[in-house]
């Protein structure tokens, strides 16, 4: 993963609530394992609708319990291949917003209120650092996990985190070690 302390940019905005994972990344499009090629399918039924515009930018803000539904890793593929690099929205479904933070995106989540002040303010700066939201002139502070937070500052996936044990893993599997067959007494 790559390093995010910023993320600056134009904001898209999705006014709906209870967006499932299924409306993210329909069913027939999980066939593939690859964390790319999936941004085409994204909110596949809706963008048939007449109306419906997904702009891409990077911050997309939108309604409460976003990503509910099955715990398909798809779906934060399908948002960050779309160009998405965070989302802002008052509430997550709990495994959803996992996945995304262990692929490298942002979610903040703020009252309602602020989340749609950010979106009418069309552009925004996300600062991990600060834990700050800039938009409009004003600033949103808001709560991240620090173990997400220090992973995204510093580009860590769940292979680099358990890399930076190898030592202790190594010494480990070294005082395992045995001589010839173990056997265990009945």
């Known amino acids: 993963m790559q390093e995010v302390k910023q ?26 394992v690859e964390r790319t090629g999936f941004g085409e399918f994204l909110f596949y039924d809706w963008r048939k609708e007449p109306g419906f515009e997904l702009t891409v930018n990077p911050i997309l803000v939108t309604g409460r319990n976003f990503g509910c539904g ?3 890793e798809h779906a934060p593929w399908a948002l960050k291949d779309y160009g998405f690099d965070a989302i802002v929205a008052p509430s997550y479904a709990d495994i959803f917003y996992n996945n995304c933070s262990k692929n490298g995106m942002v979610l903040v989540a703020l009252p ?11 552009e925004a700066t996300i600062d991990l650092e600060t834990k700050t939201i800039s938009a409009g002139g004003k600033d ?4 991240i996990d620090d173990e997400i937070r220090h992973r ?8 680099s985190i358990t890399l930076q044990e190898e030592q202790a893993i ?6 395992r070690e045995r001589q010839g067959p173990v056997t265990t007494a009945l």
């Open 7 to 32: 993320i600056t940019g134009n904001v898209t905005v999705l006014d709906r609530s209870d967006v499932d994972t299924d409306q993210i990344i329909p069913k027939q499009f999980l066939k593939r």
């Open 70 to 72: 099955s715990s398909r």
């Open 112 to 122: 309602e209120e602020q989340v749609h002040e950010i979106g009418a303010a069309g």
């Open 170 to 175: 190594d010494q480990y599997e070294a005082d």
């Open 140 to 143: 949103y502070a808001f709560e």
């Open 152 to 159: 995204l500052l510093n580009g860590l996936d769940d292979i």
